[in-house]
């Protein structure tokens, strides 16, 4: 039709030629020829059918699309006469699919492919890697937070362009580049070994050295960089994805600006830390974290003056991780804040349903006393929960104070001004104890289990000493981890004021402690709080089963049913 001439861009004396050919004109071999020409090529050959294929054409330098559909006609006598349909062209159309499609698999920031688009390059890579090895690099921007925070998110968002740019320009076409979210970047490499992969590791790092010019900013970007190889280390995208991950987690605790090659005598631990980093971050918002409270009890009444409140985490698999696990991980991941603050809520809820002469005691890490939302945040519960200030007292270990942090000692004394009591944790494991009670005025000093537990004869000089140059100092002292009335007579006999450990009572729940609190101990040879029965089958406490015994052991057990 004249229609379709003035479409094709040619007069109609010239249309008189095969379909095939006029849309096939630019493809100089059959491996140039697109997949929907090739159909309908086929099609056409067979004398069949096609509908909707979506051709490419180009007409005088201009690329079109056209969407085609055909039928073969026969005569009377059934001998084949030619083709009959119909063409749209559908460029806008399919350019717009195109770029929703480019949108979907991109990522905008940087042009590098996404997560999603990783992923499926990975599966295709893997399948497809034959005799040929593939690489995998994972790598991870060092301090990039810092960099946010400190010049903005348009300088991030710069950083983030040129590493792109950089990466990509050490590569060849054929190696994949991704940006899988945040600074987390990802590569995909054909390699005939471990050493090419080590050097265009090496072409990377060194492309990412040189300093990134942001108008009058110069900065500086550390990369740390992990890689797994298959099929040596895992041949499904998985198992690869997570070994390349292992060896990155390894190069950024190495210090940071690292790389390392994954291998398997790689410490499982490592991979395991890095299992429960992950793991960690759906934690709260799962409700997998809760807090149970540890009593600490005034040695010469034996009554509970004030409950520490401990962190657990009900972990979907492993069930409970203690805190000593996953405290240390949550600091170095930047996920203490939140997590802290929760047990601070937490433990506030708690002191607004307690009797008001008990306090409640909350660990602080150093990373919450470097950060300035602490205070505001510590007012704004103590509010919500209508909780005087003097009923949450917070303990800070030792070693935060020898790293001298000026951050640190303002907000300690922000809190101490706010009214809060300060007691000063696991006293005498640090190299400068005594020039820590020198630097902060702390109201109590908590003398580490560690002393506690050698305490089996009345001559401990150390723990005497600790508990004599507290008095001289005017400041209370607290032993913890006493699991003998032999450790409590003993400290006791020293003038040591109160008391925690798994002989007084392990760390209760909620609903524990408030029923123990109720419960008068009474005067006798075993005036400790008993305990109800549910406490020592308590997933939260399992933990410690070990420890339950030496409890059973002392000479008044506590009622076990
Ligand atoms: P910590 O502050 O020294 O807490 C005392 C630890 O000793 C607790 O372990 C407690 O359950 C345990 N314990 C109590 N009595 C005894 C005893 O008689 N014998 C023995 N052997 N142990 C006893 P837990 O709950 O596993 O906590 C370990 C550490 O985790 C805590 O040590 C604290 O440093 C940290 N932690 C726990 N919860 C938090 C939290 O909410 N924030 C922060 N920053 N750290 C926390
Ligand atoms: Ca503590
Ligand atoms: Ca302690």
Known sequence: SSRFAEVAQRPASAMEINLFELVSDTAPTEADLPEAIRTMRDQMAARAAFRELVIPVRLGGDQRWWALTGKPRFGSDGRFIGYRGVGADVTVVHRSRERLSYLARHDTLTGLANRAEFNDAL???????????????????DE????????????????LRTVGQRMRGALRPQDIAARLGGDEFAIILDVADRQQAILVVQRIVNSLDAPF????????????????????????????????????????????????????????????QRLLQRDLRDALPNGELFVVYQPIIDLSTRRIISLEALARW????????????????????????????????????????????????????????????????????????????????????????????????????????????????????????????????????????????????????????????????????????????????ILQRYRCASAQGYYFSLPLTPAEALQVIGAVPDHGAANRVTLPATVLCDAGRQPMMTRVEVVQLSETPFRIM
């Open 314 to 489: 009900r972990h979907p698999r492993r069930g409970i991780v203690p805190p000593a696990e996953f405290i240390p991980i949550a600091e170095q991941s930047g996920q203490i804040a939140a997590i802290g603050g929760f047990v601070l809520a937490e433990a506030a809820s708690l002191a607004a349903r307690l009797p008001p002469h008990l306090r409640v005691a909350v660990n602080l890490s150093a990373s919450q006393l470097r950060d300035d939302g602490l205070m505001l945040y510590v007012r704004d519960v103590l509010d919500r929960f209508s909780v005087r200030s003097q009923r949450i007292e917070f303990e800070i270990t030792e070693s935060v104070m020898l790293d001298n942090d000026s951050r640190a000692l303002e907000t300690l004394q922000a809190l101490r001004t706010q009214g809060h009591r300060l007691t000063i944790d696991d006293f005498g494991t640090g190299y400068s104890s005594l020039s820590v009670l020198r630097s902060f005025a702390f109201d109590q000093l908590k003398i580490d289990r560690s002393f506690i537990t050698d305490l089996d004869s009345d001559n401990s000089p150390i723990v005497r000493a600790v508990i004599d140059l507290a008095r001289a100092l005017g400041i209370s002292v607290v032993a913890e981890g006493v699991e003998t009335e032999q450790h409590a007579s």
């Open 144 to 159: 990039f937070k810092a960099i946010n925070d400190t010049y903005g998110h348009d300088v991030g968002d710069t950083v």
């Open 213 to 272: 010019i942001c108008g009058d900013l110069t900065i500086r970007v550390g990369v740390s960089v992990g890689v797994a190889l298959a099929p040596d280390d895992g041949n499904d995208p998985d198992q690869l994805y997570r070994n390349a991950d292992v060896a990155l987690y390894r190069a950024k605790s190495s210090g940071r600006g690292a790389y390392w090659m994954f291998d398997v005598t790689m410490d499982c631990q490592v991979h395991d």
């Open 123 to 141: 599966a295709t890579a893997l399948a497809l890697c034959g005799q040929q090895r593939v690489a995998l690099i994972c790598l991870d921007l």
